[in-house]
């Protein structure tokens, strides 16, 4: 989490060389190709130096002709983490001859921008975790036959009213695989020191509708859950110490097995892609990460009005995402698809142009191939495209205000970065609808968001990460999505259960995908619409509501508990 590097000892510098004779088929003459040294050997060739693990030859980024050598480090590292997790797990299941499940805490792929100074630690608050934590083994170990479940605490960025209760990994990767995903719930609640942050909310009712907001995500997501925190130290979700918590947790019991009898299959239209491969790409600063990722999660995506699932890049070049006709997905956003060798390239055009797909680019997708290069992302996005090279922290705003996409939005409306990226990108496309301008260093205003429209796909890019949730609901709107609310809450939903947590309440409407025979409130335990597309409700400040939508027969043993319970 700061600039300590790692790791040294004989041991890892013998593992080292011996990954590299496997990985380049004990070719001297290829890796000394590779890593652009004449005089480097299997037996001679070392673990990065921690100048060479610090900084970068090409800003954000990396050249592999000139840092394969950090690259392969990194990756050595991440497959040896997730082969250990996999040998523990592979050692519980021989110890008990297969009866015992295993897992562990992993893949916190969607967080790790996090470092020393966000935890209070530290002031190299610059760093990011990505490539020298080791969670970048994830998708080895959703591979693995030994592997039953992994656990995260849901993401510390913002906990608190209003802000989302993520998991760290991509969670649908992981149910594609066969693994339960597990959400440590541990809400930090009124019941703990003023002081204690991590969201730390401040009564009893806001207590409650962080916890319902999670149990929402959970539910809507097929994961499992805990709840965490009843020692004096950590008095968190404790209902020795707070009453009101015992029944509390025993509906969301009950509401958990009720929903263990509904369809949670994979039904959100918004598909977002997460390249593992790319991180081997980056600097260690959480520069890039942090806006693009990390906030990008938390802020803006959750608050769309329409579900949306995550996934590893991966899995969607393996075509592991395509769904039944009519419920497939229609927006793919690609958040760092960084770097793609050619037959990725391939693989993501084969599954994307078809169908009417839209895809959502940011910043530099497919930058570096070989090496880093414009004519790379063309290649992959389908825009023209040029850069600045002066590292600055890109902001955008909107010029078009006719488009479907940026119809109705306010001409103050702005986002981006204050981190230093480099390059910085802009379109050069004369073909491309521009809808608005990426504004950088020396005050330069050009091209940074724009649309293209081919016969069988359409291609967006934005210049600058945190795209705000309006711009988002744009996008969504015009690849077809159904929005369920356009009110900025924090929205789930399968076929038959809607979440929403409201920081500020007031009226709402939400639409739903089709008639359905009943809308019932589970928390409140009310039926709110019969043979209804929509329910109309208002919403208290800092609350969460989990409507039931369907059939209204499958309320029948939910209520018989109900009327026993009053």
Avoid at 77 to 88: R, S, T, Y
Avoid at 411 to 416: A, E, N, P, R, V
């Amino acid at each position: 989490m700061d600039s300590r590097c790692a790791d040294y000892s004989g041991a890892m510098q013998q593992h080292f060389r011996a990954w590299l004779r496997q990985q380049y088929g004990g070719d001297v003459a290829t890796l000394q190709d590779a890593w652009a040294d004449a005089r480097v050997s299997f037996g001679t060739a070392a673990v990065p130096s921690a100048l060479d693990q610090l900084q970068t030859t090409h800003q954000t980024f990396r050249d592999p002709r000139q840092e394969q050598h950090v690259i392969d480090y990194y990756r050595c590292l991440a497959e040896l983490c997730g082969d250990l997790v996999i040998d523990f797990n592979r050692t519980v299941k021989e110890a008990t001859d297969g009866q015992a499940l295993a897992g562990a805490f992993f893949g916190y792929l969607l967080e790790l921008a996090w470092n020393k100074s966000f935890f209070g630690a530290g002031d190299e608050g610059e760093f990011s975790t990505y490539q020298r934590s080791g969670h970048l083994g994830f998708a080895r170990i959703l591979r693995s036959p030994y592997v039953d479940f992994i656990v995260s605490p849901y993401s510390y960025g913002f906990r608190g009213i209003g802000g989302e209760g993520s998991p760290m990994p991509p969670t649908e990767s992981a149910r594609l695989h066969g693994k339960l995903y597990i959400f440590e719930e541990d809400s930090r609640t009124y019941l703990n020191d003023p002081d204690v942050g991590y969201g730390r909310v401040n009564s009893l009712s806001e207590s409650v509708a962080v916890l319902q907001r999670n149990l929402a995500q959970v539910v809507t997501r097929g994961l499992g859950i805990w709840w965490l925190g009843g020692s004096p130290e950590h008095p968190h979700i404790n209902p020795e110490r707070e009453p009101a918590f015992r029944p509390l947790l025993k509906r969301f019991q009950e509401l958990g097995t009720f929903a263990l009898n509904l369809d949670r299959s994979p039904s959100a239209e918004i598909a977002v892609l997460l390249d593992d491969e790319s991180f081997f790409y980056e600097n260690v600063l959480n520069e890039l990460d942090l806006p693009l990722i990390f906030q990008q999660r938390l802020w803006g995506l959750p608050k769309v009005g329409a579900p949306a699932d995550y996934y590893l890049l991966q899995d969607f070049l393996e075509g592991r995402l395509r769904r039944p006709e009519g419920r497939g997905y229609k927006l793919y956003v690609f958040l760092n698809p960084f770097r793609l060798d050619e037959g990725r390239r391939e693989a993501l055009a084969s599954e994307l142009r078809r169908d009417g797909q839209v895809a959502l680019w940011i910043y530099a997708p497919g930058y570096i191939k070989d090496e880093p290069g414009l004519e790379h992302m063309t290649e992959l996005t389908g825009f023209r495209f040029e850069k600045g090279e002066h590292a600055w922290g890109p902001l955008m705003h909107i010029r078009d205000f006719e488009h479907p996409i940026t119809a109705g939005l306010s001409q103050d409306l702005f986002w981006g970065t204050n981190s230093r990226l480099g390059p910085v990108f802009h379109l050069e496309d004369p073909e491309a609808q521009v809808l608005g301008q990426v504004v950088y260093s020396q005050g330069r205003c050009r091209p940074g968001f724009g649309v293209k429209e081919f016969s069988d796909w359409t291609s967006v890019y934005v210049a600058a990460p945190n795209i705000p949730a309006p711009v988002l609901r744009g996008v969504a709107r015009y690849a077809g999505v159904h929005l369920y609310s356009e009110a900025g809450d924090a929205l789930y939903a399968t076929p038959q259960l809607l979440g929403v947590h409201t920081v500020g309440g007031g009226e709402r409407t939400f639409k739903l995908p089709g008639k359905v025979d009943a809308a019932y409130d589970l928390f409140e335990r009310r039926m709110m619409a019969r043979d209804a597309d929509q329910v109309t409700v208002t919403l208290a400040p800092a609350s969460t509501v989990l409507y039931y939508t369907g059939e209204a027969g499958f309320l029948t043993t939910l209520e018989a508990q109900d009327d026993e319970t009053g």
